[in-house]
């Protein structure tokens, strides 16, 4: 491993370290507010959106086509089709299968969560929650 490399990996892994952090104290934050809530009787807005059960730390190899799809549009903003697959691919979620296969799960997850992920007026493909403003800590 070059020394290049070496401090690439070493930058992802303090990323990844910083990304896990943020969303267990987010985690942890919103059930406060939740448990307020029901105490005092409150309903919460249901714009505070919920946090994935499954934290896989940044693991893409253990994350579903649609974890791995948004976050990386989370993380690199909008993105082709193409560029999108080479890069869930390159960050290790279904690395073996062929790039093909990879773009029509990807374009499967898009078609089927309209809700989650649209296209911006060039064509890239966008995460809708970080259009919206909403659960950038997600």
């Known amino acids: 491993m070059t020394p290049l490399e070496q401090l690439r990996e070493k930058a992802r892994v303090k990323r990844d370290k910083a990304i896990h952090k943020a969303r267990q104290e987010y985690r942890v ?11 005092l009787g409150c309903r919460l807005p249901s714009n505070i959106p919920r946090q994935s059960k499954s934290d896989h730390g940044g693991d893409y190899s253990k994350m579903t086509v649609r974890q ?3 976050s990386v549009l989370l993380d690199a903003g909008p993105l082709t ?14 690395s073996d299968d062929s790039p093909r296969a990879v773009a029509h799960a990807i374009d ?4 089927y969560h309209v809700e989650r992920f649209s296209r911006d ?4 493909w966008v995460a809708k929650l970080a259009v919206s403003g909403e659960g950038k800590l997600r």
């Open 68 to 70: 791995a799809a948004e």
């Open 108 to 111: 499967g997850v898009f078609r």
């Open 29 to 39: 934050t919103v059930a406060e507010i939740r448990s307020m809530a029901r105490r």
């Open 81 to 94: 089709m193409t560029e999108l697959t080479l890069e869930v691919m390159q960050r290790g979620c279904r």
């Open 121 to 124: 007026e060039e064509g890239r």
